[in-house]
T-cell receptor
Framework: DAGITQSPRHKVTETGTPVTLRCHQT?????MYWYRQDPGHGLRLIHY???????DKGEVSDGYSVSRSKTEDFLLTLESATSSQTSVYFC??????????FGEGSRLTVL | RKEVEQDPGPFNVPEGATVAFNCTYS??????FFWYRQDCRKEPKLLMS???SGNEDGRFTAQLNRASQYISLLIRDSKLSDSATYLC????????????FGTGTRLTIIP
């Protein structure tokens, strides 16, 4: 399995507070992704990165920002969390054959 | 119409039976197709890619029908360990930012 770790794994926060989720990989994969998964929806792409300092928006990027200062780390920030951002967040990297490897997920609850 | 549609199930199937489910996609320009497996409260993992000529991996067979725009997954001799949600994934472009995930089909194998 690809070495992808997410932190924190669980977080409960209040509306209006900032939240940062971290994704760390040990595979030296170039491409990294942040998805959210909600009931009734497939995984939806928030932001992705194709290299250090190279990022772009996905399908549901409003309210989120990302940063990638090192190959191994991809941070997702909610500047001011809202209840609609309660979700399970998955980080993924792309392997050499195009396969996506996912982290274990971060469960975020915004009260 | 959703870009990728799956029957959510649940499919409750006795152990040893054969089960099949389909996934339809709307973009005729879609380039590549995958089945991922997701266990309850876990991350998705690649089950198999779907090739134009169809492909088989042990008890699992995946097929693509471009004319009717669907992919299928067949599981033979089902095992209890096959219980999971199966996600259909379609890539409508040449990068993983174009990946669209279905909402998944839930399969439960009954002893």
């Amino acid at each position: 399995d690809a070495g992808i770790t997410q932190s924190p794994r669980h977080k409960v926060t209040e509306t209006g507070t900032p939240v940062t989720l971290r994704c760390h990989q040990t595979e030296n994969h170039r491409y990294m992704y942040w998805y959210r998964q909600d009931p009734g929806h497939g995984l939806r792409l928030i932001h992705y990165s194709y290299g250090v300092k190279d990022t772009d928006k996905g399908e549901v990027s409003d309210g989120y920002s990302v940063s990638r200062s090192k190959t191994e780390d991809f941070l997702l920030t909610l500047e001011s969390a809202t209840s609609s951002q309660t979700s399970v967040y998955f980080c993924a990297t792309q392997g050499n054959t195009g396969e996506l490897f996912f982290g274990e997920g971060s469960r975020l609850t915004v009260l | 119409r959703k870009e990728v549609e799956q029957d959510p199930g649940p499919f409750n199937v006795p152990e040893g039976a054969t089960v099949a489910f389909n996934c339809t996609y709307s973009n005729s320009a879609s380039q590549s197709f995958f089945w991922y497996r997701q266990d309850c409260r876990k991350e998705p993992k690649l089950l198999m890619s779907v090739y134009s000529s169809g492909n088989e991996d042990g008890r699992f067979t995946a097929q693509l029908n471009r004319a009717s725009q669907y992919i299928s997954l067949l599981i033979r001799d089902s095992k209890l360990s096959d219980s999971a949600t199966y996600l259909c994934v379609v890539n409508s472009g040449f990068g993983n930012e174009k990946l669209t995930f279905g909402t998944g089909t839930r399969l439960t194998i009954i002893p």
